[in-house]
């Protein structure tokens, strides 16, 4: 089974800097998908970026993006320009053709934005 | 407007009894999942379906139901066996195929929070 490790459980960043959230994945399938999930206080899960990965290009959604090293089973999130409403927890997710359909989830990193 | 909705928001149960969690979508969407979220840990599958009047277990399947009577509809029944059922509830949903949504990607709903009195 894939595993999907978050090592920052919490973090935190001023407004309108920069940071970058860790996710590492252990899989041994070669094609698969990559996802970050926002869970703000609502607690409304929302899609911020996804990565497929037989493509090399990072993705990019805005203010957010990702940095996928592939042979290092890395994917991490950027977020620039912090803003207020980024205060969330962040889950990294993996699906692979094997996982049943179903996202397998890191615990998630609860990122705090300070004015 | 197209989405996922989960009702109730809040839910209270009783030791003993048997609630059922709605999550109706209208996306059109083939397959439905329910996941469980617990403090401080990721989300838990608890049972998915790709097709109507199919389902198949996920990790955490013990003293749960479901059943898969319509594309729209995927309730999840929390039974008196699960033994510590108190926790957040997400519904999602997934086109298979075709259509503009990716086929990757799952979409949720805004949950429910069951709570064991």
């Known amino acids: 089974a894939q595993t999907v490790t978050q090592s920052q459980p919490e973090m935190s960043v001023q407004e309108a800097e920069t940071v970058t959230l860790s996710c590492t994945y252990d899989?041994?399938?070669?094609?698969?998908?990559l996802f970050w999930y926002k869970q703000p206080p609502s607690r409304q899960m929302i899609l911020v970026i996804r990565?497929?990965?037989?493509?090399?290009q990072n993705a990019t959604e805005n203010r957010f993006s990702v940095n996928f090293q592939k042979a290092a089973k890395s994917f991490s999130l950027k977020i620039s320009d912090s803003q207020l409403g980024d205060t969330a927890m962040y889950f990294c997710a993996f699906l692979g053709p094997n996982s049943g359909y179903a996202l397998n989830f890191g615990k998630g990193t609860s990122l705090l934005v300070t004015p | 407007d197209g989405g996922i909705t989960q009702s109730p928001k809040y839910l209270f149960r009783k030791e003993g009894q048997n609630v059922t969690l709605s999550c109706e979508q209208n996306l059109n969407h083939d397959a439905m999942y329910w996941y469980r979220q617990d403090p401080g840990q990721g989300l838990r599958l608890i049972y998915y379906s790709q097709i109507v009047n199919d389902f198949q277990k996920g990790d955490i399947a013990e003293g749960y139901s479901v059943s898969r009577e319509k594309k729209e509809s995927f309730p999840l029944t929390v039974t008196s066996a699960q033994k510590n059922p108190t926790a957040f509830y997400l519904c999602?949903?997934?086109?298979?195929?075709?259509?503009?949504?990716?086929?990757?990607?799952?979409?949720f709903g805004p949950g429910t929070r069951l709570t064991v009195l």
């Open positions: 999602a949903s997934k086109a298979l195929a075709g259509g503009t949504t990716f086929t990757d990607t799952q979409y």
């Open positions: 899989t041994s399938e070669n094609n698969y998908y």
């Open positions: 990565q497929e990965a037989y493509k090399q």
